[in-house]
């Protein structure tokens, strides 16, 4: 075994774009899954020296923890209008903010709608677990109907607290937005097309095509009172007959761009 | 023959969730019960012949942990390294 150990033969490493810390997140989460497929681009693309992410506040608050970049702290759900000003400020920068449903589909509304809205040269990796995750697993504006949460413990009623919001499907509409897409994280081939969705969406902002986000289905063992691998297989069950996976925008010039 | 591999875990960073082990196209993979990582969890580790060094563990690996390697074969040598 050990003589297999050798530089010639490494087929994978850990991304040279984290740090040495790591992470908080709870035993498979697929935040880390998010994180290091953002990591594995930021290093191809050699764009960790001049990458700034904005962390949210949420599970991932402390992302500026793990990737070795440049990074800031935004108030509750108010990361793309940071990125907004550090974009306009250093335009030859990349910049990107990582933010969950409770931050971005929540208190973080305006901010993300009037972002796509303008169009703003961001990119925007958004974490769909169905809860506050942080807070104890409460109901989020992306929790399903019927769904059990701390704060819905006979499942989501509908009648009384509403329907969830699909994202990703709302902001293709505007037309600021360049490229909006939904990937999930439940399996290999699904967590290779995020990864190249997340190449895509820098690609985009690096070319300046306009906003773009990448909404990922991510897990929540520790909440959903799952294994991590049975939580993957509810992802898969619940999540994706509600959430389905797909470009739901690429504008012309994004699809022009052939990247 | 199928291609040869190994990987290479670390204990700062595997925290025993058990998706690389439910993932494993061989089935090599299993929880180190014997050992215990300095966060307190178990780390995987393989527990029989068979890895090919396919990276499909580590591509599912939350933490990053693993560190995979492949035996370059003939067959296999055009393929470049971190594909």
Redesign the interface.
Known sequence: MATLMVPENLVYERPHSFTDAPTHYCPGCTHGVAHRLIAEVLEEMNLTERTIGVAPVGCAVFAYNYFDTDFVEAAHGRAPAMATGIKRCLPDHIVFTYQGDGDLASIGMGEIVHAAARGENITVIFINNANYGMTGGQMAPTTLPGMKTTSSPDGRDVETQGYPIRMAEMLATLDGAGYVVRRSLHDPANIRKAKKAIRTAFEVQERKLGFSMVELLSTCPSNWNLTPVESLKWLEEHMLPFYPLGDYKVAPAVAAAKI | MPA???I?V?D??C?????CV??CPPQVLALDMERLTP?G?HPVHIVKEGCT?C??C???????????????TKAAAPVA???
């Not at chain 2, 925290?15 to 998706?19: D, F, M, R, S």
């Not at chain 2, 690996?61 to 370059?72: G, L, N, Q």
């Open positions: 040869k591999g190994t290479e670390n700062l960073y925290k025993g969730c058990e998706l439910a993932a966060k969890y060094g990276a499909i580590a591509l599912v690996c939350p933490d990053a942990a693993i560190t995979v390697y492949r035996e370059v390294a971190g594909g």
